[in-house]
């Protein structure tokens, strides 16, 4: 039943791709509901508990995590959602799934995996959650992966090479034929976006990594820092960053709304192909597009370039690399369920295995297979 909530150009369940496998529709749910749950109840979602976001998992229990930042999309994307009458369920189903693919301890561990299977296809996370919904997670019995609706995946493949798209078929050809997702899934790549750079200032000053000196040089941070400071003169420094933050966060959600009407309006789009063939829909104002990418240039250079993030990342860099070199060696260092999937592709199949793993196992692994008297 096609839903008269819904705005015209939101992604209707009714009007779906479908999954790969058909399945008879749940009784009490919307198939983007059935596919935001699966996604909740896949073993890939619960590692994003232990999974780097910037910081270690065990550099403190305050400091975001995948987990955390994959709530906090969610949040976001799902106001919007539904202030601009678009599908919900769908929006809230990719903003949880949309960083199951990474590897352990966050771009270091993803870059070090690329960098080892240059030869063997490469890895790239966006990729690789969208191999885990197809086709890692092992939980039904008909089928591998989570048999997700069209729209979910398309929206979790947020950009692939020519050469990738190319193999992919149906969630590859819009990379083929230059063209858009749903502005459901627009919305979510925004709202991660939002999502990071807000609570990478709040775990970098949390971490003293920043300082609030060093930010207000940052316009977007500094204009409302002052306005929080004019209106609570007296504040302490944790809730005038915290209030800064949330006023920020609000600036940027706002601006994206009234954005995205407009671009909507000036698209004069009226159905979900509509917006496949539209210019991108979801994104700031000018003004506000330069003002965030002021703050991801600051966080870059400030927060995931300070010595103490390199260390880490150096570090983790060397942990992926040994423990791929080390089962592409010798295979039979693998955990007997993972040697029976690396008959095919081994380099594939290992990549999978490692990526997998969250920051502590990956640890403990390298410990087991590098440290003599460890098990
Ligand atoms: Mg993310």
């Given at each position: ?197 807000n609570?990478?200032i709040d775990?970098?000053l ?5 300082t609030l000196r060093?930010l207000a040089?940052v316009p977007l941070f500094a204009r409302h820092a002052r306005s929080v400071e004019t209106e609570y003169p007296e504040l302490p420094e944790r809730r005038l960053t915290h209030e800064t933050v949330r006023r920020m966060i609000n600036t940027l959600v706002t601006d ?35 003002e ?84």
């Amino acid at each position: 039943m096609v839903r008269a909530d819904l705005a015209p150009y939101a992604a209707q369940e009714a009007r779906s791709r479908g999954r790969q496998h058909a399945e008879p529709e749940a009784t009490s749910r919307s198939p983007f509901q059935r596919d935001r749950d699966r996604i909740v109840h896949s073993a890939a979602f619960r590692r994003l508990e232990y999974k780097t976001q910037v910081f270690v998992n065990h550099e403190g229990d305050l400091f975001r995590t995948r987990l955390t930042h994959s709530l906090e999309v969610a949040q976001i994307a799902r106001s919007v959602a539904r202030s601009l009458r678009l599908n919900e369920d769908l929006t809230e189903a990719i903003s949880l799934a949309h960083d199951l693919g990474h590897t352990p301890f966050g771009h270091a561990g993803q870059d070090a995996l690329n960098e080892c299977m240059r030869e063997h296809g490469g890895f790239e996370h966006n990729l690789q959650s969208l191999r885990v919904v197809d086709e890692l997670e092992e939980r039904y019995a008909a089928f591998d992966g989570l048999n997700l609706c069209f729209e979910t995946r398309e929206g979790i493949l947020k950009h692939c090479s020519l050469e990738n798209a190319r193999k992919l078929g149906d969630v590859g050809a819009r990379f083929i034929q230059r063209q858009q997702p749903s502005i459901e899934a627009q919305l979510a790549n925004l709202a991660d976006e939002i999502a990071y750079n807000n609570h990478d200032i709040d775990d970098g000053l949390r971490s003293g990594l920043l300082t609030l000196r060093q930010l207000a040089d940052v316009p977007l941070f500094a204009r409302h820092a002052r306005s929080v400071e004019t209106e609570y003169p007296e504040l302490p420094e944790r809730r005038l960053t915290h209030e800064t933050v949330r006023r920020m966060i609000n600036t940027l959600v706002t601006d994206l709304q009234a954005e995205t009407s407009r671009r909507i309006a000036d698209a004069a789009v009226a159905s979900i192909e509509d917006v496949r063939r539209a210019p991108v829909l979801v994104g700031f104002s000018p003004a506000l597009r330069a003002e965030a990418d002021d703050l991801k240039r600051f966080l870059h250079q400030n927060l995931y370039r300070h010595y103490q993030v390199m260390r880490m990342t150096a570090k983790a860099r060397r942990i992926v690399a040994d423990l791929f070199r080390a089962f592409l060696d010798e295979p039979r260092l693998l955990p007997l369920d993972h040697q029976a999937r690396v008959t095919a592709h081994a380099p594939r199949g290992i990549a999978d295995y490692v990526a997998g793993m969250t920051d502590r196992y990956a640890i403990k692994e390298h410990r087991r297979l590098f440290a003599i008297g460890e098990s």
